[in-house]
């Protein structure tokens, strides 16, 4: 069975710092990307950052750049989000999920087989 349990969500003040997890298991040996999503009410699904398990190369979208950084414990089958100067904008449910691709990671959502259930982050001005 394979699981992909999202935490450390919740509500913080504009300019706070929040750290995800995400929890990993019964994965494909063959796994290598893990990606973080986002959706905030009423707006698409975004990707936020991937990470390649085996190269690390890392991918930030444009809007969290320099703020958001994800990393990875493989002892413990754990991918985290560091968010710094968080703002309102960055307000919606988070996502992470796998896949086994190429030696980078897609971009696109659809290529992702495994999903986690959310975690939401809320931010207020």
């Known amino acids: 069975l394979v699981q992909l349990v999202e935490s450390g969500g919740g509500a913080v003040q504009a300019g706070g710092s929040l750290r995800l997890s995400c929890v990993h298991s019964?994965?494909?040996?063959?796994?290598?990307?893990v990606a973080w999503y986002r959706q905030a009410t009423g707006k698409e699904r975004e990707e936020v950052a991937s990470?390649?398990?085996?190269?690390?190369?890392?991918y930030y979208a444009d809007s969290v750049k320099g703020r958001f950084t994800i990393s990875q414990d493989n002892a413990k089958n754990t991918v985290y989000l560091q968010m710094n100067s968080l703002k309102p904008e960055d307000t919606a449910m988070y996502y992470c999920?796998?896949?086994?691709?190429?030696?980078?990671?897609?971009?696109?959502?659809?290529?992702?087989?495994?999903w986690g259930q959310g975690t939401q982050v809320t931010v207020s001005s």
């Open positions: 990470i390649h398990i085996g190269g690390r190369n890392t």
């Open positions: 999920a796998a896949t086994n691709w190429w030696n980078f990671c897609s971009h696109l959502s659809s290529d992702y087989n495994y």
């Open positions: 019964g994965l494909p040996s063959n796994f290598n990307c």
